[in-house]
């Protein structure tokens, strides 16, 4: 985790305006039962409050899961839960929204990990 180089890299007048928001992975998951697991680690917290002084956004975004798009589409069946542990913890660290990135899923991580917690 080296969030000072970056932020010495954003901080440019040269490329600050070009940099509205930033995507991080920061110890979210999706369980193999389609819920949110995780926490937000302290290093990416103390990085989103360096993002903000700079005016720039930061997104949480959730690990592969168990590579399988099995699990997101658990996850989206959930209207209920789901949904608040998004919001929960996207507000409790002042995160602007969720990037869920389906691409890795898409063609099973190629041989990635096995099950992934509860």
């Known amino acids: 985790n080296n969030w000072p180089l970056v932020i010495q890299q954003i901080n440019r007048t040269d490329r600050l305006p070009m940099v509205t928001t930033v995507q991080t992975y920061c110890g979210w998951d999706i369980s193999d039962a389609g819920t949110i697991i995780g926490s937000t680690s302290a290093s990416c917290t103390a990085f989103f409050a360096q993002l903000r002084r ?11 899961g168990n590579c399988s798009i099995a699990t997101y589409r658990k996850l989206w069946a959930d209207t ?3 949904p ?5 913890a996207a507000l409790l660290v002042n995160a602007s929204g969720w990037n869920i990135d389906l691409e890795p899923q898409a063609n099973n991580c190629k041989g990635g990990p096995g099950d992934i917690g509860g």
Do not use: N
């Open 54 to 64: 700079l005016g720039v956004h930061a997104e949480l975004a959730t690990g592969a």
């Open 80 to 82: 209920t839960e789901s």
């Open 84 to 88: 608040q542990v998004l919001l929960k």
